[in-house]
């Protein structure tokens, strides 16, 4: 919620980067927290010193932007909280206390509390493993953005094709594949929370099968055999039929263009700049501790060594207990209110009302915007019946939606249709006005039998799986009318354009490149 007031008032302010006060006490607190979580190592290295934040908007009255995101800066996580009462006593710079932070009621201030009596020794030694596990997750970063050049290619038409035998050769350790196939799930789904347990396992094993015979359906993708691969590379699409998240749902806020924002140019240079910087200091794979270990034994492999003292280990291990009997508790309260009053989950197919001129970021993936052609305009106002009037109709507000089996079965239908003037019965008897009617739709219909024509033929080099991703606009009655991915335009008065641009780039969530 924070964030979403601090990126709303940077939109506003055409800010682009925002630096946080965020210290080393922080980050004490929250190895803590995740390690009571069983989070693994690299949610053990805490936060990032450098990470994005990306726009929740999903309509627009202006043209696609190039989506950066706001720059989320910690540049003091290497001092102490102490530290910062210095610099602020020091410069007469007064500042404020949140009376919160004194509430029990919070696990941070309950592990804060009890951290603040610690040794020196003690905070030394917890940083000493907070910094390993940071270094450990800089060497994953740098191996997952080795391997998504190397291994990824990403379709215009919103999915991607993973190379199993680059994977395979690549002899990469199971934690930095683990991080690799999240990365690429969350791009083609654009669901940002990271994969665990055993959906983690189950992901890196169907990796390492090669070559791959199976298909399986995890964290909102659909990942099976590329066709004509013999499972040498894997698909990875968008599966429709899963859940949304509740944080995924169809948005309908709508703001001017002057809050538009767009981060400068210079913006991107200082992340390419951070990435190119991190790149030399990554460390080699027999330098990094924590790469063969679990959340449950990490504080074992830093007493072996020599990270921590016993009574460090000991202390931490309390720590950690005292926080998962919280834990349980709070767990307990929550499941028992879910199960009185039920969970509402939302639509898996979901559609989204689109007024002209507008653009929508659909589920995320696709930025679509569509209007009338200036002549079609004009035949709406009059008696023509170009395509406009019989196809749209007068609410001028189309649908989007995922493409289904429905729309195939109509685009065979629509390219084998026949116009009226193949009939032949025409008679000398009909008005004029009749006849420029009919000669009218029998135009329409040509144009749009050939837009079939031709989509059939691209959606046949199109995976099967990868088709239900793609988006396409209906008008109030459900006719299908465009999948402007492949160019298929029903009606010749429509003028539509789909983009696939999701909101969070490849591997841009959770960069900490610095």
């Keep these: 919620m924070r964030y979403r007031i601090f990126q709303n008032i940077c939109i506003k302010n055409q800010i682009g980067v925002l630096l946080t006060a965020h210290h080393a006490d922080d980050q004490a607190e929250l190895f803590v927290i995740r390690l009571s979580r069983n989070s693994g190592i690299l949610g053990l290295a805490g936060m990032p010193f450098t990470s994005q934040i990306f726009s929740t908007h999903t309509h627009s009255h202006t043209e696609v932007s190039r989506n ?27 500042w404020v206390e949140d009376p919160t932070n004194q509430s029990l009621l919070y696990a941070r201030n309950r592990i804060r509390m009890s951290l603040r009596d610690a040794s020196c020794a003690f905070k030394n030694e917890l940083q000493a493993v907070i910094s390993a596990c940071r270094k450990t997750r800089v060497y994953i970063d740098h191996v997952c953005r080795a391997l998504m050049s190397k ?21 990469t350790e199971d934690i ?20 665990r347990g055993n959906t983690s396992k189950l992901l890196v094993g169907y990796l ?4 791959c015979k199976t298909s399986v359906t995890a964290a909102g993708c659909f990942l099976s055999p590329a066709p004509g691969s013999r499972g040498t590379k894997a698909l990875v699409c968008c599966s429709v039929d899963s859940p949304l998240p509740s944080n995924m749902g169809l948005s309908h806020q709508h703001f001017q263009a002057v809050q538009e924002h767009s981060t400068p140019d210079e913006i991107e240079q200082i992340i390419a700049d951070g990435k190119s910087y991190a790149d030399h200091l990554v460390p080699n794979a027999s330098d990094v501790p924590f790469l063969e270990v679990t959340s449950k034994s990490v504080l074992t492999e830093a007493r072996r060594l020599g990270m921590i003292s016993e009574a460090t280990h000991t202390n931490i291990l309390s720590l950690q207990k005292e926080e998962i009997e919280h834990f349980k508790s709070k767990s307990e309260v929550k499941a028992d209110y879910k199960s009185k009053h039920g969970v509402k989950s939302i639509s898996t197919s979901p559609s989204e009302p689109l007024p002209p001129g507008q653009i929508c970021c659909f589920m995320n993936r696709f930025f679509i915007t569509w209007k009338l052609s200036e002549i079609s305009e004009e035949a709406l106002e009059g008696e023509s019946r170009c395509g406009g009037k019989s196809c749209i109709g007068h609410d001028t507000v189309l649908e989007v939606r995922n493409m289904s089996e429905q729309d195939w079965l109509y685009l065979s239908d629509l390219s084998k249709s026949h116009t009226s003037g193949n009939l ?8 004029r006005k009749v006849e420029q009617r009919k000669e009218e739709t029998d135009t329409s219909l040509d144009y749009a039998r050939i837009s079939a024509q031709r989509a059939l033929q691209s959606l046949k080099s199109i995976p099967a799986a990868a088709r239900r991703g793609l988006p396409v606009l209906v008008n109030s009655q459900g006719l299908l009318l465009s999948i402007p991915s492949i160019d298929f335009q029903g009606c010749s008065c429509l003028m539509v354009s789909a983009t696939f ?7 841009g969530d959770h960069s900490s490149f610095v």
Excluded: W
Aim: proline letters at 6%.
């Design 176 to 195: 930095c594949l683990s991080k690799f196939i999240s990365l690429v799930l969350q791009f083609i789904s654009q669901r940002h929370r990271p994969l």
């Design 151 to 171: 291994a990824v290619t990403i379709s215009h038409l919103g999915y991607a094709v993973i190379d199993l035998e680059i994977l395979n050769q690549s002899k």
């Design 424 to 431: 032949q019965e025409q008679s000398n008897s009909l008005d």
């Design 501 to 507: 641009k999701p909101k969070v780039p490849l591997g």
């Design 208 to 211: 390492r099968s090669f070559p």
């Design 68 to 94: 950066y995101g706001i720059l989320l800066v910690r540049p003091l996580l290497d001092f102490s909280k102490e530290d910062m009462y210095k610099i602020c006593q020091g410069s007469d710079q007064e």
